[in-house]
């Protein structure tokens, strides 16, 4: 018999265990990931059963606040942010990380060669020859996944993949909705800052009127001190407001991925506060399950660290690996690869854990601890975000009262304001009415301005809570840094 054919009668011999383990491969252990089921509210507190819900319209719901240097700058905030940025480098690792995964399912090969040249002393004759050497080799190995380790560790690099996408979609959510907050603060300081200077000139006119009566006698240098008071009181305001607003025009700028500075000239003209169109629909509970990012993100992770029980189980298992070798050796290099210098090997490799003081357990049970951690922690993602939903629309109904009263506060009080005045000038009412006026009108004034500013507010808070962030087109896949010379290179002196 040649070697040719008990070569192969030996690989008919392995035939056997090999196919049994190829059908053990369909194996695996460890639980199978089962979407959770949530017990959700049918309505939110303030809708009636009665009436069904509209769905919540959370695309591009910014531009429903009708201001388009929002709109500018949120498309700006994404393109530049330095978190969203990073959010799209997990992806990147997290995409490289899944098919490193997806790899250990495939076999690997390495091929190698070497050329030498030897001497060696002939014994008979007591001279040296010298010869050459040359070799070549194929190696191959595959680890058969008979327990599935290798494809639950596949599929929780899979979960972790989709976990980071979602991580994207919730840092975009919260990046488009500061951006909508800081940009309504801004423009609310700015309105404030405005009513200050109006109202402090309105008093500066009731100091000088002041200052004329007492040199007609009619009032006297008190008066004249407490108007004045009075105005510069109203004036030392606008300082604070002035620092806040540059405050909000910062953060907009660093958002952007900007330098602080870099908004202060485009923002300096004024514009009306955002005011959003009310009311708004919000749909059902159980929407957020679907339209939260990061209540879908929770969840990934959970279904991701479920997957890695079954890797932690599967390595109290036996494992078996197929290896297998191909040589050839000669002393020209024109006879690699003939009959006579191949040599070839082939087989499986059986690994049984046998004994480990528990470690591989405690393997098992701490998996096990991870996944309980994070499915507390997608209910608690999931009680949160349905505590945010509720409080944003207390809030925001609340305000639309609160800001129709005191529209009617400032309204009478700029009525009461313009009589005093009129009644002062004619000598029939005193100056601390008058200074009362208009310290009560420019307390209204800017608490309606206030409660602007908290209208919008509550209804950005609202559509951050319903879920409502970017929804366009974002391009994970382009590195930030792009190397150059990565190949082999003789090396260089590294920069001081």
Not at 207 to 226: I, S
Request: net charge positive; glycine share 8%; aromatic share 6%.
């Amino acid at each position: 018999m040649t070697g040719l054919e008990r070569g192969s009668v030996a690989a008919r011999r392995l035939l056997a265990p090999m196919l049994t383990a190829v059908l053990l491969a369909g194996c695996v252990v460890g639980p199978d990931y089962q979407t959770p089921i949530m017990a959700m509210p049918a309505n939110w507190s303030g809708q009636k059963p009665t009436m069904p819900a509209q769905p919540a319209r959370l695309s591009k719901w910014w531009q429903r606040l009708r201001d388009p240097e929002l709109n500018t700058l949120v498309e700006e905030a994404v393109a530049g942010n330095l978190d969203v940025a990073t959010a799209k480098a997990k992806i990147r690792e997290a995409r490289a990380s899944y098919r490193q995964s997806a790899g250990t399912l495939l076999p690997s090969a390495d091929g190698s060669g070497s050329a030498s040249r030897n001497k060696s002393a002939e014994t008979t004759s007591g001279s040296d020859a010298t010869y050459s050497e040359y070799q070549a080799g194929f190696d191959a190995s595959w680890e058969l996944d008979l327990f599935g380790a290798n494809r639950r560790g596949v599929e929780a690099a899979r979960y972790g993949l989709n976990a980071s996408q979602e991580e994207l979609r919730s840092t975009l959510l919260t990046l488009v909705g500061d951006v909508a907050s800081y940009y309504t603060q801004a423009r609310g300081y700015q309105a404030r800052i405005a009513l200050a200077r109006r109202s402090a000139a309105s008093q500066r006119q009731t100091a000088e009127l002041t200052r004329t009566m007492a040199q007609a006698g009619t009032a006297t240098a008190a008066d004249v001190a407490k108007a004045m008071g009075q105005a510069a009181s109203t004036e030392a305001a606008v300082p604070t407001l002035e620092a806040s607003y540059t405050q909000a025009v910062h953060r907009l700028a660093v958002l952007a991925g900007r330098p602080p500075a870099s908004l202060n000239e485009r923002l300096k003209r004024v514009a009306p506060i955002p005011a959003p169109r009310l009311p708004m629909p919000t749909g059902i509970p159980a929407d957020l399950l679907l339209s939260r990012p990061d209540l879908r993100m929770a969840e990934r992770q959970y279904a991701q660290y479920t997957a890695k029980i079954g890797q932690a189980e599967a390595a109290r298992y036996p494992s078996v690996s197929l290896t297998g070798d191909i040589s050839t050796a000669a002393l020209k290099l024109g006879d690699l690869g003939k009959n006579s210098s191949i040599g070839w090997s082939f087989g499986p490799t059986l690994s049984v854990p046998l004994f480990n003081a528990g470690q591989l357990q405690a393997a098992v049970e701490f998996a096990k601890a991870q996944r309980d951690q994070y499915f507390i922690a997608y209910r608690s993602s999931v009680l949160t975000a349905l505590e945010d939903v509720e409080n944003a629309l207390v809030l925001l109904s609340q305000e639309r009262i609160r800001i129709a009263k005191l529209a009617s506060s400032a309204k009478s009080y700029g009525e009461a304001a313009s009589l005093e005045g009129s009644l002062y000038k004619a000598g029939e009412t005193s100056l601390l009415d008058v200074l009362d006026a208009q310290r009560s009108l420019y307390s209204a004034e800017d608490s309606l301005l206030q409660s602007r500013v908290l209208l919008a507010t509550n209804y950005i808070a609202l559509n951050k809570a319903l879920g409502g962030g970017w929804d366009g087109a974002v391009d994970s896949a382009k590195p930030e840094i792009v190397d150059v010379k990565a190949g082999p290179r003789l090396a260089s002196k590294p920069a001081s």
